[in-house]
């Protein structure tokens, strides 16, 4: 009698975990996406292959997946990429700037933001999924994440596949042009023109190629991503171009000669100040020798307030009040 009830017990946890483990599969075969993300979903049954079964659009209700089927998840709204030199506010970890060469040789650095969505075509992605869904990215952590893996498992795929195009469509555009046509200032430390002094309308010159460049690369860089990438995987791309520095070194020898300038600059205007201060002397003294009378005026014009008795003469005498 023992034996048959610990049969039916048996009976009754395996029963149980069978109920339990089809329930689970029977709720787990559902799935949604909140706002602003896309659904790739895969099959994952027993027997069933790992092709795409569907795409669930963005702000979806429930809805039925199939039995143990995995869905990837994307971004469907604007997204953005920002490269830049303050520690932690970019993509990258720590300081983030694309290094490179002007056409003189100058090591220039570049900071902007990459704005772009995901092409929502269910062709394209499906396509997407296919090629990059299917395969890992190392992210800054040194951990291997797939692009559905949130934000991390996206930056890591945007650092290792968008990254190098972008990388590559600045460093053709900056080698366009020479150091001081970017950064006037560039122009105090370089052997060409008039020493320490940048070329009249610099300011405006440069900001006319610094939007060169970003207009270059707004053209180049939707071209230059689909060859990469296979197809027009990414939409709406918009590079804004922020700022473009001097290497730390350089930046220092501007800065010593902007110091110099300004010295130089101050010393000239006292140079002048004082040649004026003695012209007006001369002139002055010229009309004194023409108008004696002028110079007693001007004499008494300069006794202070306080003074309440003046007598010229021989014996000089100033009163002051209270004495």
């Known amino acids: 009698m023992t034996r048959r009830k610990l049969a039916y017990g048996a009976a009754g946890v395996a029963v149980l975990i069978v109920v339990i483990n089809v329930l689970s599969a029977l709720f787990g075969g559902f799935d949604r996406t909140d706002g602003g993300e896309v659904a790739v979903v895969r099959n994952g049954g027993m027997f069933d292959d790992r092709n795409i079964r569907q795409i669930i659009p963005p702000a979806s209700g429930l809805t039925w997946t199939g039995l143990y089927s995995t869905s990837h998840k994307y971004p469907s709204q604007q997204r953005f990429y920002t490269i830049t030199a303050r520690?932690?506010?970019?993509?990258?970890?720590?300081v983030d700037v694309v290094r490179?060469?002007?056409?003189?040789?100058?090591?220039?650095?570049?900071?902007?933001?990459?704005?772009f969505t995901l092409n929502l075509d269910q062709k394209t992605l499906r396509d997407f999924d296919n090629k990059f869904g299917t395969r890992g990215f190392t992210?800054?952590?040194?951990?291997?994440?797939?692009?559905?893996?949130?934000?991390?498992?996206?930056?890591?795929?945007?650092?290792?596949?968008?990254?190098?195009?972008?990388?590559?469509?600045?460093?053709?555009?900056?080698?366009?042009?020479?150091?001081?046509?970017?950064?006037?200032?560039?122009?105090?430390?370089?052997?060409?023109?008039?020493?320490?002094?940048?070329?009249?309308?610099?300011?405006?010159?440069?900001?006319?190629?610094?939007?060169?460049?970003?207009?270059?690369v707004n053209?180049?860089?939707a071209e230059d991503l689909k060859v990469t990438l296979g197809d027009e995987f990414l939409q709406g791309?918009?590079?804004?171009?922020?700022?473009?520095?001097?290497?730390?070194?350089?930046?220092?020898?501007?800065?010593?000669?902007?110091?110099?300038?300004?010295?130089?600059?101050?010393?000239?205007?006292?140079?002048a100040q004082a040649k004026a201060d003695a012209a007006a002397n001369s002139a002055r003294q010229q009309g004194y020798q023409k108008?004696?009378?002028?110079?007693?005026?001007?004499?008494?014009k300069a006794i202070p307030p306080s003074v309440t008795t003046?007598?010229?003469?021989?014996?000089f005498a100033v009163t002051a009040p209270g004495k």
């Open 139 to 216: 992210g800054a952590d040194g951990r291997l994440y797939h692009a559905y893996d949130g934000d991390l498992g996206w930056s890591a795929f945007l650092d290792q596949i968008i990254r190098p195009v972008i990388d590559n469509d600045l460093r053709e555009q900056i080698s366009r042009f020479r150091c001081a046509e970017l950064v006037s200032s560039c122009a105090l430390v370089q052997n060409s023109g008039s020493p320490g002094v940048p070329p009249a309308g610099a300011g405006k010159t440069n900001n006319g190629n610094i939007a060169a460049v970003q207009n270059a």
């Open 219 to 221: 053209s180049s860089l």
């Open 237 to 271: 791309l918009r590079f804004n171009l922020v700022r473009v520095s001097l290497p730390d070194n350089v930046q220092a020898a501007v800065d010593k000669a902007q110091a110099a300038f300004a010295a130089v600059s101050e010393a000239q205007a006292r140079v």
């Open 100 to 115: 490179t060469p002007s056409s003189d040789g100058v090591d220039m650095g570049i900071e902007g933001t990459l704005y």
């Open 310 to 315: 003046f007598a010229p003469g021989q014996n």
């Open 291 to 300: 108008c004696p009378a002028c110079a007693v005026i001007d004499e008494m």
């Open 87 to 94: 520690a932690g506010a970019g993509d990258r970890p720590g």
